[in-house]
């Protein structure tokens, strides 16, 4: 029989599970963060509900959303947590890009990046933009955490290029983002009704950026097969679930491609006769298939700031105490304006 007291086990249990909770420096699997970004009205918030199994009508992200999920990896064990963030405004917001990733989240950090399909010559901006402010954001976390842990930060880039097979003929070629990176295109279901000409260029330029960063890629609509599929890769990001390793190529149908299983050689060159290719003055391949993708589908030049709402204004934060304080202040603010502008007149009038 043994002689340990009940506080003696349950102490060693805790010790246990600290010890098999860790990753690297300390770093515990048990807590990651996702940060979901991309297009506006995208449909971000709408998989992230479908991920935490949530039925409720998805809301406008004006800025940026936090919530999180919990999920036990067995009977009687501590729950996992993942953190949700989600980054609205489109391309507005890119300040807040530094909230969620932080010397602490950094370790255990995700990107999703879901783009528009259904609006073409909005995609590339809105995925250069944001893939831009992210980097650079995280490039700075990054040589901030070496400086005080660098085994934490060798170990992060040995995990990135996990996903890259060591006798891959593309890894040499390739920039892996800086953490795990997944591309999601969006409203797939008016994406395939398009020429087949434009899909195959946005295909093969999705396809391109997303083997050049290392990232996974894959379509989606509101189909619920579909929806299955992307809960299934969030899940691995969020809770280490066993990666997907299936794989869909084919532009008739919606693309399904893991991390590390495309390659430039299946990608092929960029869709433009070899004639117009030479006409085209790029610095590198990420530059070319940029040039190729807007001759096709131009960029728009809209000032996306203009489109974001007042969240004072908006219908789903009324409060209405607080709104009729504020409609009070609006008028004063008002009433003080014209007596001021009456003011300055009768001073030019007498002078």
């Not at 400086?147 to 060591?166: H, L, Y």
């Not at 795990?180 to 395939?192: A, E, H, W």
């Not at 993708?293 to 105490?321: C, G, H, M, V, W």
Request: hydrophobic share 35%; charged share 30%.
């Amino acid at each position: 029989m043994s002689s340990e007291t009940l506080w003696e086990i349950a102490k060693a249990e805790v010790e246990k599970r600290g010890t098999n909770g860790s990753e690297g420096d300390g770093a515990e699997i048990g807590e990651k963060s996702v940060f979901f970004i991309g297009s506006k009205n995208g449909g971000k918030t709408t998989i992230i509900l479908r991920c935490l199994d949530r039925d409720e009508p998805p809301k406008p992200t004006l800025a940026l959303d936090y919530t999180y999920g919990r999920r036990a990896k067995g009977y009687n064990t501590p729950k996992d947590i993942a953190h949700f963030w989600e980054l609205g405004g489109g391309t507005s917001l890119l300040d807040l890009i530094s909230v969620p990733i932080t010397s602490d989240t950094l370790r255990t950090f995700s990107l999703v990046l879901i783009l528009d399909l259904s609006k073409p010559n909005d995609l590339w901006p809105t995925m250069e933009n944001l893939l831009q402010a992210t980097k650079s954001h995280v490039d700075k976390v990054i040589t901030k955490l070496g400086k005080t842990n660098p085994k934490a930060v060798s170990e992060m880039r040995q995990k990135i290029w996990n996903n890259m097979q060591k006798d891959h003929p593309d890894r040499e070629l390739i920039d892996p983002f800086p953490v795990p990176l997944v591309i999601i295109g969006s409203k797939y279901d008016i994406f395939q009704d398009f020429e087949s000409e434009k899909r195959k260029v946005i295909c093969k330029t999705l396809r391109f950026v997303a083997h050049y960063y290392g990232a996974s890629l894959m379509f989606t609509s509101k189909s619920e097969a579909l929806l299955l599929k992307i809960r299934g890769v969030i899940n691995q990001l969020a809770f280490g679930i066993d990666k997907s390793k299936s794989i869909c190529v084919d532009q008739n149908k919606p693309l399904f491609i893991t991390a590390g299983l495309d390659s430039f050689s299946q990608i092929g060159s960029p869709p433009i006769p070899e004639n117009d290719i030479g006409k085209l003055h790029a610095h590198s391949p990420m530059e070319l298939w940029k040039k190729v993708y807007e001759k096709l589908f131009p960029p728009k030049s809209i000032n996306t700031l203009k489109n974001i709402k007042d969240p004072a204004r908006d219908p789903q934060y009324t409060e209405s105490e607080v709104d009729e304080m504020r409609i009070q202040k609006d008028q004063e603010l008002e009433r003080y304006k014209r007596s001021s502008s009456k003011s300055w007149k009768q001073i030019e009038l007498d002078s």
